[in-house]
């Protein structure tokens, strides 16, 4: 049967089609299952048959693998020499270039044989090194196989980024122990002989030969790495092309091997001296992927370093931390060339040595005049490598400027380092360069100018306190940060007219609003920016989106910094020039706006809070904002008048979507008014409810209905919130028209807005809710139950998040106005209150349940004494304490879940709440009535009481046990 399956695995597995490939898996698995089938793929694998196929070679060493860690460990003696047997076999066939296999086998066989390993390494096959070396001499494919194993070795047994067991960790500490006892010279006398034989026939094998020799060194003795023979050999490595990138890892791994501090030191200081002997660092090289390893080993001796300085400062240690400390500033100018070089990968590899550094410093008592020199050379490398590329796209950003903008990020974090260090430093250093290079922008590129103006822009986060002290508005104070705001907008620096400046230039301004305080003649100078070619009408999509936000941005914090006079004498003069801006526009022009939608939305807001916030009278800001949300009433009308008449469903759904945004911005508009200006204090109530009137209109249109009726609900939540009962006579008819024949995700999208009105204006809109409650009910009954196809899932989700949201809307109506089901007829109110229950009980959706349940408990807190309500003592009884206790039972009612455990809490909430309610009468009811009808024993039900007088949390976790007991 195995002789069959591996027959049948070599005729499928390489077919191309899923089932052949399924029936290939299957023989896999017979012969892993099979006691002999591993013996049948060992010989095949090693029998040079018609099973050379690289999938089925693949697949029998998977199946001898499942053997090993399955069964291997308890087999008998027999199958350990036969195991013995095929892995050397497998060696020499391996070291003959005619049947030597392809690496991923190859990797595998190695990964099998280390499994071999470490289960008999200690006792069973105690000479499995010698064994392995005696393979050496059949030439460099046998070397290769040896150099696979030992890195598979160390994957099992090593590696510390594999999770192991205590189990594992035991055992391959007790192979390591036997390995230093009885082979670790030999191995370490392999490497010698394997780098210096095949340096020059076989570059890739000293490769990886350096490649175990540095996964072995962090548990090896340091002297079997740290001496002539091998740094030596290491040195002239460094020299070589081929292998002097495994030569610099290699190195790494060695001077990074846990050490005592001063051993570590020592370590690292002998390396350096040959290294720098060498001149391994001074020879100008262009391959940037050997540059990245010598920035790499560097990071490695500083962090290391660094690590020995505080173990021997903590310990108290002086003059040995004296000598760390030197030998980690001799490293600082070899840390600055490479966080200096041109490719930013070689940069990045001492990101983390020159971080660590800086917090290193921040921990002594001061800084020498060395390490204050240290912090300007490394702001001055900083400001170099903050600059743009030559080739960077600014409007077609891709992978490379996407890495850059990280790496950018990278290097001011250390910016905010050094400025938290030495914050005076960072200042004076930042205001000589922004003095120096402003006013010169016509002369410099733009990369000089940028960066000056980033750095500037930093100082916000770099030293956040600056931004309250150095806009103080004391003219003899005048701080330097207040002086750069001063030449950055005096300069005239945002003519230069590169993306990149302008841009930067438009977040500093915004950032340091506050400065417009100290100084506001300078307003007119940045909105006139903000407005002209430089900004809004920017030949750049990028810029004039990005300042369209940024300048409402600007607007609402001058607002709120300064006083409101400072920028009222601008405002008509600043609505007249963005008025075609605020021009709507229409499918029929064929014209495309210079804003997008999305853009011009902020254009809107800003407009509004100008008008808004300025200290016009009432009157004249009724004005402005007709003015404003005049075209938007006018390109409303006449786009509707069109979408009714429109056959063509693409042109419905463009002057749909023109209507959806004439909607949203007048929505956007409303949002330049806030608590301290509302509506009604600046006499624009009138403005909007207008426009309200005009907009329901668009809820009697059939076209597009779905984008319709969205634009209008949007504008209704805004009114909400920005109106008082101005909103009241609108209501009845949005609501009649919004009602009128919806399907499910319609209600669902409506409901939030009910919600909204209930809970703004409360009992104010009882009369009207009582009236449109049980319609609003019925309507969303009569979608629950319409017929749908089981396969259709969309609305299937639509119905559930539909109940959802009616839950929520009962949840709402008790919260808030409860007299509205109080005033209902009561076979209505017996149907409202007989659904929640069916949500509590029968709905599979924890969400839904935990709204019932919590919604009920508010029931009883509300209707739950002294008969508030005739007849809700016996609903109590009859039906929400039954529900208590048959929802935890359902089978869908999982106690695993996080959620339903939230369930589960509202419900004991709601039990103990009946017992705040009915007191001793509730437990009478439970003991004499309840438990004895629902089987439950006097035992359990003492119990169950008892629990239930205790405090919430105790009773929530208690019952959590009472329910999983009772359904095992």
């Known amino acids: 049967m195995d002789e069959m399956a591996l027959q049948g695995l070599a005729a499928l597995a390489m077919a191309p089609d899923a089932d052949s490939q399924n029936r290939a898996v299957q023989c896999v698995e017979q012969l892993k299952q099979s006691e002999e089938g591993w013996k049948v793929c060992a010989q095949a694998f090693t029998s040079g048959t018609y099973y050379q196929n690289d999938h089925v070679k693949f697949f029998c060493l998977q199946v001898c693998e499942h053997f090993v860690k399955s069964r291997y460990q308890q087999t008998s003696a027999g ?41 008999d390494f200690q006792h069973r096959w105690t000479t499995f090194f010698s064994d392995m070396l005696s393979t050496l001499a059949r030439g460099p494919l046998a070397v ?184 980690l500033e001799s490293k600082l100018p070899y840390m600055l060339r490479f966080l200096g070089d041109e490719d930013d990968d070689v940069s990045s590899a001492v990101i983390e040595f020159a971080t660590e550094y800086i917090a290193m410093l921040k921990t002594l008592p001061s800084m020498n005049a060395s390490q204050k020199k240290n912090m300007e050379g490394l702001l001055f ?169 940024l300048f409402l941005r600007f607007v609402k914090s001058t607002n709120l910094s300064c006083p409101r006079t400072h920028l009222t004498p601008y405002l008509e003069g600043v609505l007249e020039q963005m008025q075609d801006l605020l021009t709507v526009n229409s499918p029929d022009n064929g014209l495309s706006h210079s804003l997008s939608d999305s853009d011009q939305l902020f254009i809107y807001e800003t407009a509004s809070t100008l008008i808004v916030s300025s200290s016009l009278e009432p009157e004249k800001k009724q004005i402005l904002l007709k003015q404003l949300l005049m075209p938007i009433a006018t390109k409303f009308n006449v786009m509707l008048t069109r979408l009714t008449k429109e056959p063509d469903e693409k042109r419905q759904q463009a002057y749909a979507d023109c209507i959806h945004n004439a909607i949203a911005l007048a929505s956007r508009a409303s949002k330049g008014f806030s608590g301290q200006q509302t509506m009604k204090q600046c006499g624009c109530v009138s403005a909007f409810t207008e426009l309200l009137s005009i907009f329901l209109a668009a809820l009697e249109v059939t076209n597009q209905r779905a984008s319709l009726q969205q634009g209008v609900r949007q504008y209704l939540h805004r009114m909400v919130v920005c109106l008082e009962e101005e909103i009241m006579p609108f209501l009845p008819e949005a609501m009649e028209r919004l009602l009128k024949q919806p399907d499910a995700r319609e209600l669902y999208d409506f409901l939030p807005l009910v919600n909204q009105i209930i809970m703004k204006f409360g009992a104010n809109i009882s009369p009207f809710l009582t009236q449109v409650f049980m319609p609003l009910v019925m309507t969303i009954y009569q979608v629950l139950s319409a017929p749908s196809d089981h396969n259709d899932h969309c609305s299937a989700e639509e119905k559930k998040l539909l109940q959802r949201g009616y839950f929520l809307f009962l949840s709402t109506i008790v919260c808030n106005c409860v007299d509205v089901l109080k005033a209902q007829e009561l076979p209505n109110l017996t149907q409202v209150l007989m659904s929640l229950i069916h949500g509590a009980v029968e709905l599979p959706d924890p969400q839904s349940q935990k709204c019932c349940f919590s919604t009920l408990k508010k029931l009883v807190e509300i209707w739950g004494a002294n008969d508030t309500l005739p007849g809700f003592s016996e609903f109590i009884y009859k039906q929400i304490v039954p529900a208590c206790f048959l929802a935890p039972m359902k089978p869908t009612f999982d106690l695993a879940d996080g959620q339903t455990t939230l369930v589960l809490g509202e419900c004991a909430s709601c039990m103990q709440e009946i017992l705040q309610k009915r007191g001793q009468e509730f437990l009478e009811f439970l003991k004499s009535d309840f438990f004895p009808s629902k089987g439950i024993s006097q035992e359990n039900g003492v119990v169950y009481i008892a629990n239930l007088q205790t405090d919430i949390k105790t009773f929530r976790s208690w019952l959590k046990k009472f329910f999983l007991q009772a359904k095992s």
């Open 144 to 327: 290769d196989m040896y150099l696979r194993v030992l890195m598979a070795v160390d994957a099992e047994v090593v590696d510390r980024d594999i999770a192991h067991t205590t189990q594992e960790a035991q055992r391959n500490n007790l192979i390591k122990d036997a390995m230093r006892e009885r082979c670790v010279n030999a191995l370490a006398d392999s490497w010698y002989q394997i780098m210096t034989s095949y340096e020059a026939s076989k570059p890739e094998l000293v490769c990886m030969c350096l490649e175990v020799v540095g996964r072995y060194v962090s548990w090896m003795d340091i002297g079997f790495f740290a001496n002539d023979r091998m740094v030596t050999l290491l040195l002239k490595f460094l020299t070589l092309e081929p292998v002097r990138e495994a030569s610099c890892d290699c190195i790494h791994e060695i001077i990074s091997k846990g050490m005592e501090p001063v051993a570590k030191t020592a370590l690292t200081e002998s390396f350096m001296s040959v290294l720098e002997s060498a001149g391994i660092f001074k020879n100008e090289c262009d391959d940037s992927e050997f540059l990245c390893k010598l920035s790499k080993l560097i990071n490695g001796i500083g962090l290391g370093l660094i690590a020995s300085w505080q173990k021997l400062s903590k310990n108290g240690v002086c003059k040995n931390s004296e000598t760390t400390l030197a030998a």
């Open 79 to 119: 199958n350990i020499d036969f195991m013995k047997s095929f892995i050397q076999t497998c060696l020499e066939m391996e070291s003959n270039a005619a049947s030597g296999s392809k690496h991923f086998i190859r990797n595998k066989l190695a990964q099998l044989i280390s499994l071999v390993f470490v289960t």
């Open 381 to 549: 490398t900083i400001i170099k490598k903050l600059k743009y590329d030559e080739g960077y796209q600014f409007e077609k950003e891709g992978e490379e400027e996407a890495e850059f903008q990280e790496f950018r990020k990278q290097i001011r974090v250390i910016f905010n380092n050094i400025a938290s260090l030495d914050p005076q430093m960072i200042l004076v250093k930042i205001h000589e360069l922004v003095c120096q290079t402003l006013p010169r922008w016509e002369s410099l590129d733009f990369r000089d100018v940028e960066v000056a103006i980033t750095l500037m822009y930093s100082l916000g986060e770099a030293i956040p306190a600056s931004h309250g002290q150095h806009f103080s508005g004391n003219p003899d104070k005048a701080s330097a940060l207040q002086g750069m705001m001063r030449v950055l907008i005096t300069s005239q620096v945002s003519r230069q007219g590169h993306i990149a400046v302008l841009l930067q230039f438009f977040e500093t301004v915004v950032r340091y609003d506050r400065f417009f305080v100290c100084e506001p003649q300078h307003i007119p100078d940045v909105l006139m920016a903000f407005l002209d070619e430089r900004g809004l009408r920017n030949g750049s999509s990028k810029v004039r989106s990005r300042v369209a936000y």
